[in-house]
T-cell receptor, first 109, second 115 residues
Framework: DAKTTQPTSMDCAEGRAANLPCNHS???????VYWYRQIHSQGPQYIIH???NNETNEMASLIITEDRKSSTLILPHATLRDTAVYYC??????????FGAGTTVTVRA | DAGVIQSPRHEVTEMGQEVTLRCKPI?????LFWYRQTMMRGLELLIY????????DSGMPEDRFSAKMPNASFSTLKIQPSEPRDSAVYFC?????????????FGEGSRLTVL
């Protein structure tokens, strides 16, 4: 699996957009970018994934750069319930998800 | 729909005792995964099944750990004998055939403390 690099932590104001960066400079052409989050004491929760194009669902948007070496997860209107650890994962057709340390996001009122 | 159901949610046991963790995947899901999470090592994949058959158990730490899936709706992870270093949160996850390879549904976890 390609390695990903995320900031250790970041703060965000409630109601504002949260932009979470992820670097994956060694990503291969057929590898997907997945995002998960883990709220304290809960199991990880799938958020979104993409290959080349930007993606949006009810939870978030995923912006992937044209060279695919980095991506940004956008939480459009962060709430206190979005406080969690966010994981960026790169995989091909492989079920062995490797979770790194992730980014601890704290949403402040 | 009910999600992935794990039991027990919390288990405290003495070193040397047998521990059995249980998982009921989402109905219709063909893949089942067992993960372990610790502060030191983060989330680690232990083993996964496809149609009740173990596919990859390379993450199982040692022979004290074993996992079974006797049918499509039930799986167990057993530790015998347990040791303090096995203390962790154990997660079960499932996904259906045809879903994106990385789109898993996780349970709430079983927190194990071995004294």
């Amino acid at each position: 699996d390609a390695k990903t690099t995320q900031p250790t932590s970041m703060d965000c104001a409630e109601g504002r957009a949260a932009n979470l960066p992820c670097n994956h400079s060694t990503i291969s052409g057929n590898e997907y970018v997945y995002w998960y989050r883990q709220i304290h004491s809960q199991g990880p929760q799938y958020i979104i994934h993409g290959l080349k194009n930007n993606e949006t669902n009810e939870m978030a948007s995923l912006i992937i750069t044209e060279d695919r070496k980095s991506s940004t997860l956008i939480l459009p209107h962060a709430t206190l319930r979005d406080t969690a650890v966010y994981y960026c994962i790169v995989i091909y057709n492989d079920y062995k998800l490797s979770f790194g340390a992730g980014t601890t996001v704290t949403v402040r009122a | 729909d009910a999600g992935v159901i794990q039991s027990p949610r919390h288990e405290v046991t003495e070193m040397g005792q047998e521990v059995t963790l249980r998982c009921k995947p989402i109905s219709g899901h063909d893949y089942l995964f067992w993960y372990r999470q610790t502060m030191m090592r983060g989330l680690e994949l232990l083993i996964y099944f496809n149609n009740n058959v173990p596919i990859d158990d390379s993450g199982m730490p040692e022979d004290r750990f074993s996992a079974k899936m006797p049918n499509a709706s039930f799986s167990t992870l057993k530790i015998q004998p347990s040791e303090p270093r096995d203390s962790a949160v154990y997660f079960c996850a499932s996904r259906p055939l045809g879903q994106g390879a990385g789109e898993l549904f996780f349970g709430e976890g079983s927190r194990l403390t071995v004294l």
